[in-house]
Structures are given as structure tokens and as C-alpha cells.
């Protein structure tokens, strides 16, 4: 019974293990600067057949603006899109915050209201997709 309660205990540390090493391996790779930007260039390739304008993606902190995400414009063919790194933490979220952001560039000059309907058809066409693949 004694070494039954011992292995059991033992798993348990080494699934706590474990998950800390693959969480770290996660984390570091998301603070490469390739990871963002690859996430938008997969985006513009699959959805916009590289129609899309350059942009740089960066990880931010974006807590005083109280937002996940902001396009910048830094010139006529070149975006910046910023990434906040405390509120994006789960991938979910991360994919969102770049979809979202992506939907600005591809939309800047279409309307006025920047989450209009053509903004709203961008992120639903998006999504579509990504249903599809499930
Ligand atoms: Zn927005």
C-alpha cells in the first residue's frame, strides 16, 4: 500500500514536470520574433493570396491602452501590428488578436467604421475556415 501511494505521488510530480518543461519550450518559442510574424504571413497567404501589405508583428505592452492589439500604419505599404504579451496568453486568444488585427490591414481604406461590416465579413470568412478544417 505504502509503495502504491509512493508512485503514485511520483507520477504526479513527474506530469507537473513535465508540463512545466513543455510549457517553457512553448513560451520561449513565442518570444521569438518569427513566431508573430509568421502567424500574419500564414494568414495573408491562406486567406489573402499575399495580397496583403508588409507588416511588421511585435510583441507590446499594450496594458495602458487596455487592448490585446493595435495596427499602426508606418507608411503607405507598411503595417505594424502590436501584440499585447499579458493578455494574450492562451494561443486562442493569440490567433484572435492576429485575425483581428490582420482584418485591419486588409480593410484600412474600405470604411469608415473600422469594425463595419466589411471588417465584420473579414474576420467571419476567417473563421469559416478555420471550421472547415475541424
Ligand atoms: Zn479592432
Request: charged share 30%.
Amino acid at each position: 500500500m505504502r509503495l502504491r501511494i509512493n508512485i503514485a505521488v511520483s507520477l504526479v510530480a513527474l506530469t507537473t514536470i513535465v508540463w512545466c518543461v513543455r510549457f517553457a519550450v512553448t513560451q520561449e518559442h513565442r518570444r521569438t520574433p518569427e513566431f508573430l510574424q509568421s502567424k500574419y504571413q500564414e494568414l495573408n497567404r491562406t486567406f489573402f493570396e499575399n495580397s496583403l501589405p508588409t507588416a511588421r508583428v511585435e510583441w507590446a505592452d499594450l496594458t495602458d491602452a487596455d487592448a490585446m492589439g493595435r495596427t499602426i500604419r508606418e507608411s503607405d505599404d507598411m503595417f505594424v501590428i502590436l501584440v499585447d504579451r499579458n493578455s494574450n496568453f492562451d494561443d486562442e486568444d493569440l490567433d484572435d488578436t492576429v485575425r483581428h488585427e490582420t482584418c485591419h490591414i486588409a480593410t484600412w481604406w474600405k470604411e469608415q467604421d473600422m469594425h463595419g461590416p466589411v471588417f465584420q465579413a473579414c474576420m467571419a470568412r476567417i473563421k469559416q475556415a478555420d471550421h472547415n478544417d475541424n
